[in-house]
Structures are given as C-alpha cells and as structure tokens.
C-alpha cells in the first residue's frame, strides 16, 4: 500500500451568514477556542478557527466562514444551498508536491499553485467536480 498524502483533517469549512453568532454558538455549544481570526481578501471571506484536537503535523478545527460579499464563493454558495459544510480541509506534508501528484492523475485544481490560508498555511484547492462534489482543500500548516 502506498502511504496516504493527507495527513489528517486540519479543518471543517462551514459557511455562515454571521460569522460572530455562529462563533458564540460553537464556543457556548462545544466549549471550542477561537484560535485565529483574519479576513482574507483574496478569498473573499471574514473567518475564524476554532481549535477541536491537536494532531500530529498540525492540529484541526473547525472553520467558520462568512462572505465578505455576495460575488464570492462563500457568498454563492450561500445563495444557492445556504449555510452549512462549504468543504474539508486535510493536512499534507507538502502542498506543492500534493498538488503535483494530484494532478498528475487528471484531478481538476483549483489553485495551481498554494495560496494563503488560515493561521499561516500554504492552501490549494481542488474542484468539487473532481472529488465527488465535496471542495476539497491541501492544508499545509505554517512551520511544517
Ligand atoms: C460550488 N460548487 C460546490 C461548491 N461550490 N460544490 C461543492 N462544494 C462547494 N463548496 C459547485 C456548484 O454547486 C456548481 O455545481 C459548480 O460547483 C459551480 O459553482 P458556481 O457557484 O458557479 O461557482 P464557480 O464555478 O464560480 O466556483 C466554484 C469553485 C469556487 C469551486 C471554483 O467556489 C472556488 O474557487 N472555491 C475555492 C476557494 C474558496 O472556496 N474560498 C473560500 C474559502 P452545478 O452542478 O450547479 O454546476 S477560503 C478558505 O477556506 C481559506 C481561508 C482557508 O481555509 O485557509
């Protein structure tokens, strides 16, 4: 068997309408921290990172996100199918040679190259299309 690339689940995306009562509601309901907080212009949303579990390579969290505008990927989504899971973040090793092994077996990507995410990571999306309709996210963490 080959060895897997993802490494754990570094966080659930989901996608709200008002990112500080759906905080409040994560924090009173589970006891969860927030462990970041940081809006990201270039993927159009206003979010927060929950911290759930330490793992190793990283840790995971919940992530709630909230669209900085209607014209954004949070924002569609949220038109078309309304608040709820928007996708699955998994940590890897190396973003950029997930990236290349992914795609080298014709899976659709989003990003060709890593971006910023959360808490410091490099991040690359791949198309829902391509993996059975859940967007699906390569998280890795800063430092790792
Ligand atoms: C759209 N689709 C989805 C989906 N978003 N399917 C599953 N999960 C999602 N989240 C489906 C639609 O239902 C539609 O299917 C088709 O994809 C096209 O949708 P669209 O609304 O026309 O949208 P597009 O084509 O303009 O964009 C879709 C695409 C986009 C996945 C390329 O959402 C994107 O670039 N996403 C990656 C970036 C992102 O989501 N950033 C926000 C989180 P039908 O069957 O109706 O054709 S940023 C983040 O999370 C960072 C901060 C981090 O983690 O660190």
Redesign the pocket.
């Known amino acids: 068997m080959t060895a897997s690339l993802l490494t754990r689940i570094d ?1 659930v ?1 989901i ?1 709200c309408r008002d990112l500080e009562a759906s905080i409040e509601f994560y924090v009173a309901t589970f006891g969860l921290v927030v462990a970041g907080r ?1 809006t ?1 212009e270039a ?3 206003k ?1 927060a990172m929950l911290h759930v579990a330490d793992a190793p390579g990283g840790a995971s969290y919940v ?1 709630l ?1 909230e669209p900085l505008s209607a014209d ?3 924002g ?2 949220l038109d ?2 309304g608040e709820g899971v ?2 699955i ?1 998994y940590g890897v090793v190396d973003v950029s040679a997930a990236l290349e092994q992914i795609s080298g077996g014709g899976i659709r990507l ?2 060709e190259r890593p971006r ?4 410091g ?1 490099s ?1 690359a ?1 791949l ?3 391509s993996v059975g ?3 699906t ?1 390569l ?1 890795q963490s800063a430092g790792h």
């Open positions: 966080h995306g996608a940081e990201n993927q159009g949303v979010e992530q996100l954004t990927p949070v569609k989504f078309s199918r928007h996708h973040g989003v990003d910023h995410g959360s808490l990571a991040i999306f198309h829902p299309k309709g859940v967007l996210e998280v």
